[in-house]
């Protein structure tokens, strides 16, 4: 099983960016899916999760600004970021729980990571 996250680059203050994250492989099933990001010297954090077909959760930095959804029948998640700022810049990553074929228990999987460059 893989999550393979795409989107990522160099934007301008005030600009918008879309990231994708699309998991493959033999997985039975998907509940939670996440977006974290991570600043240099500093641990990840999640800032929008949602949970199969329950409204997404947002931290308070992007609460209002950056919309996550998924796209259950393509296995993939989304997270729209607008109005973006100098201070978003980090490198983001995908997060989901997932079933593996294999097991009777969701296992935790992580995207590569891609980085979000926003210019001042």
């Known amino acids: 099983v893989q999550l393979q996250a795409s989107g990522g680059g160099l934007v301008q203050t005030g600009g918008s960016l879309r990231l994708s994250c699309k998991a493959s492989g033999n997985f039975i099933s998907i509940s939670t899916m996440a977006w974290f990001r991570q600043f240099p010297g500093k641990q990840r954090e999640r800032i929008a999760v949602?949970?199969?077909?329950?409204?997404?959760d947002y931290a308070d930095s992007v609460q209002g600004r950056f919309t996550i959804w998924r796209d259950i029948a393509e296995d993939t998640v989304y997270l729209q970021m607008r109005r973006l700022k100098p201070e978003d810049t980090a490198v983001y990553y995908c997060?989901?729980?997932?079933?593996?074929?294999?097991?009777?228990?969701?296992?935790?999987?992580w995207g590569q990571g891609t980085l979000v460059t926003v210019s001042s």
């Open positions: 949602v949970h199969g077909g329950s409204s997404p």
């Open positions: 997060n989901a729980n997932i079933r593996p074929f294999y097991s009777d228990f969701e296992e935790d999987y």
